[in-house]
């Protein structure tokens, strides 16, 4: 049985944590927890988990935004399925249900940043989701 929820409670964010450091290795729980909180606070950021029979498998985190280049547009943050679930259409259904969620909410476009390096990433986006590449991202740390 599949059921995607928000994750809104301290123990269910917790519960997402080995999926989400599947992808973001760098934290650990209690930085996780310390970022995830400040940006549901101050950034209206969601964090929503697909669930396989109880347990989560994949965890897609957005946030709204406005610029002038998009408009109104959703940021997907974090989109990660549990390694040994891939393949299965996990997300795709959480990024499917985050499309929904921009058009209930009226925003126009959704868009996301992948590494390099993640080249089936970007095949799932372009091919499966019908995604366009339209920038690269560029970061500096101070």
């Known amino acids: 049985m599949i059921e995607i929820k928000e994750l809104q409670l301290k123990e269910d964010i917790i ?24 940006a549901m606070e101050k950034d209206m950021y969601h964090m929503v988990a697909l669930y396989e029979n ?18 109104r547009f959703i940021w997907v943050c974090d989109l990660v399925t549990k ?17 929904n969620w921009a058009k209930d909410n ?6 996301l940043s992948s590494g390099l390096q993640r080249t089936e990433a ?8 019908a995604y366009d590449k339209v920038s690269y991202v560029f970061k500096k740390l101070l």
């Open 15 to 38: 519960g997402a944590f080995p999926i989400m450091n599947e992808l973001r290795s760098h934290l650990d729980v209690q930085s996780y927890m310390e970022l995830v909180q400040e």
């Open 54 to 71: 109880g347990e989560i498998v994949a965890v897609i985190g957005y946030k709204p935004m406005i610029t002038l280049y998009y408009g």
């Open 83 to 99: 390694e040994d679930k891939r393949s299965k259409g996990f997300g795709e259904e959480l990024l499917s249900f985050v499309e």
């Open 106 to 111: 009226k925003y126009q476009a959704i868009a």
């Open 122 to 129: 970007h095949r799932f986006y372009e091919e499966k989701m």
